[in-house]
């Protein structure tokens, strides 16, 4: 049985909070290392994190010469090398996946391998709005864009569609239809997001994603979760992902049968706990 003093020193350590990252050549390192990770930590949210990576376990700060803000500009440089796959993902967060891991997580999409039809069928279904389906539209027959040149092409560029236009985008980076790649000198702050097409870009993730079952895809990302985490619960797993609860347990209990995972407790914890196998 692992203790959980040794479970939080292999967590400081995939986390790198000891070691922290000190250029982007590491950086790309540590995002195919950890697979999955967000860009800013996210309170209540236990999961890596660019930023912790290179700050350390500290609140990120408001000044723009703090040295961890280098973190903005390594994430900026990459969005059109296609090294790693950056957008709103999980909890509509900013998210940085490994090219590995991404088409396990675009098996678990609302995509089935047709651009111009996926959307359309979502939309039908009620799983996507109608200002989501006007901005992806808009890309379609447009090509990239940025977010001002995307607001006036969706018809979305009146100030009370605001906070709708931000929504559909985020749901869209989520879902994996649309991504960001690259920055424009545009807008009140010289600064706007390009957006494309998941299925231009990255065409490679959704063919390597036709033959992952939503089951492997789920085994797979847990898998990825627990060797950067060492340890979580239900309740943590939950909240990242978001997945039905019964395929959650159905997960679990399969790396549990594998003797990847198992149950374990800890005096110092309420409740029961998953502890990747070979810390325990």
Do not use: C
């Not at 957008?87 to 995509?111: G, M, V």
């Not at 019964?246 to 374990?264: G, V």
């Amino acid at each position: 049985m692992a203790r959980l003093s040794s479970l939080q020193k292999y967590r400081e350590k995939t986390f790198r909070v000891i070691q922290p990252l000190t250029s982007l050549s590491e950086a790309v390192q540590f995002v195919q290392e950890r697979g999955a990770l967000f860009f800013w930590p996210i309170k209540e949210l236990v999961f890596p994190s660019l930023w912790v990576a290179v700050a350390g376990d500290r609140p990120v700060p408001n000044e723009h010469d703090d040295p961890a803000q280098i973190t903005w500009d390594w994430k900026d440089t990459m969005l059109d090398k296609k090294i790693w796959y950056y957008a709103k993902i999980l909890r509509k967060r900013s998210t940085i996946l490994s090219l590995d891991i991404a088409p396990f997580f675009y098996a678990l999409s609302e995509n089935y391998g047709d651009p111009e039809g996926d959307y359309l069928f979502a939309y039908r279904q009620g799983k996507l709005s109608s200002e989501a389906k006007r901005i992806y539209e808009a890309i379609l027959e447009f090509g990239k864009l940025d977010t001002i040149q995307l607001k006036q092409k969706s018809h979305l560029a009146s100030p009370e569609h605001e906070s709708r236009f931000n929504t559909a985008l985020a749901a869209l980076q989520s879902d994996f239809k649309i991504v960001p790649v690259g920055i424009a000198d545009a807008g009140p702050w010289h600064y706007a997001f390009i957006y494309d097409l998941t299925s231009r870009q990255y065409p490679e993730i959704i063919e390597k994603a036709r033959w992952i079952s939503p089951q492997i895809a789920r085994q797979e990302i847990m898998v990825n979760y627990f060797k950067s985490m060492g340890y979580s619960n239900m309740d943590w797993i939950q909240k990242l992902f978001q997945w039905n609860p019964l395929d959650i347990s159905k997960t679990i209990d399969k790396l549990i049968e594998n003797q990847f995972l198992q149950k374990q407790t800890f005096p110092e914890l309420p409740g029961g706990w998953i502890v990747l196998s070979e810390i325990g």
